[in-house]
């Protein structure tokens, strides 16, 4: 009953970002154009070599609104997001259950609408996501396809077998960034974060941006696995540009880490690093990116780092 119930409402959720969408698409294509795309890629494999926890994720955004000027318009939904990703966690050894206490193998596709609009020199992201996890995204077999192929071990039988069960969640997502700008090419973008649904939290944190590339002028969304930001509307211009950025987190409830099975740490943190860079008339863009992530549950070994990449070619 309870998932007949969480199935229904999901339906309706869905229903409704399915309304938004149709308004998008009915509106005076003179006046609403697409703005851009953007993408980012997050694996251990990119930093500490290793297949465990957060292992995997993949993010891609389609923004659609009136003609970019370099900033956001006042009223919501005047920018529309379509953001759709797949996320894989896994225990640390993804052969066999480990003796101690994991974390459960997750798999998760999402599907959202959001909007992005800015008052009084501040930034605000309001959105919500349909989250599919659980056996029935085909996840886990696609990742045990992956690994056959380059030759190493997948995720064993036993360990899908104890993986997060079907489930389909709604979840909400609220931020607001300030940028200050320190210098013409320096920016400093302290935010904070609300969640519900699938994770509940509540986030604050900062961004700093040295160089042009990925800074004012561009919309930007953010990763929600890593924190970093990736390019959705592309600047003019060449060059390389560097971003610093930290938060930490009052994590209320994960379905990700069960209870009473799983205890999941009330704390989180994250640190990360990365590189924008552009070449000649925009036509080629990429981002490399490391993320330090702290534990997320009691019993986790050791922090994590993760790798993160974009590229966009236009031809």
């Not at 039988?157 to 200050?180: K, M, S």
């Amino acid at each position: 009953m309870r998932d007949c119930a969480r199935l229904r409402s999901g339906l309706r959720l869905l229903a409704g970002m399915v309304a938004v969408l149709l308004g998008v698409a009915q509106a005076d294509a003179g006046e609403r154009v697409r703005l851009g795309f953007g993408h980012i890629a997050s694996n251990d494999v990119l930093a500490d070599r290793r297949d465990r926890w957060r292992s995997a994720s993949h993010v891609a955004s389609l923004v659609w609104g009136r003609q970019w000027q370099g900033l956001l318009p006042e009223r919501f939904g005047d920018v529309i997001e379509l953001r759709m990703g797949l996320e894989l966690i896994t225990p640390e050894y993804i052969t066999s259950p480990a003796a101690f206490i994991d974390r459960p193998y997750a798999a998760a596709l999402s599907a959202g609408v959001h909007s992005h609009f800015r008052r009084g020199g501040t930034d605000f992201a309001a959105g919500v996501d349909l989250v599919m996890t659980g056996p029935q995204t085909r996840l886990g077999d696609l990742q045990a396809s992956i690994h056959d192929a380059v030759g190493i071990d997948g995720p064993s039988a036993a360990v899908l077998a104890g993986q997060i069960d079907n489930g389909l969640h709604p979840r909400l997502v609220f931020e607001a960034g300030h940028p200050v700008q320190l210098a013409p090419a320096i920016e400093l973008r302290p935010f904070v974060e609300a969640r519900w649904g699938v994770e509940t939290l509540m986030r604050a944190g900062a961004d700093l941006t040295l160089g042009r590339i990925g800074g004012a002028g561009e919309l930007l969304v953010r990763d929600h696995v890593t924190g970093h930001r990736y390019r959705v509307t592309g600047g003019g211009g060449r060059g390389v540009s560097l971003v610093l950025g930290g938060d930490i987190a009052r994590v209320e409830k994960s379905l990700f880490l069960p209870e009473p099975g799983f205890r999941r740490e009330p704390v989180r943190q994250r640190l990360r690093a990365g590189a924008h860079w552009q070449g000649a008339r925009g036509r080629a863009s990429g981002f490399y990116g490391l993320t330090w992530l702290g534990e997320e549950f009691v019993g986790q070994s050791e922090p994590q780092l993760l790798g993160s990449v974009t590229l966009k070619i236009r031809f």
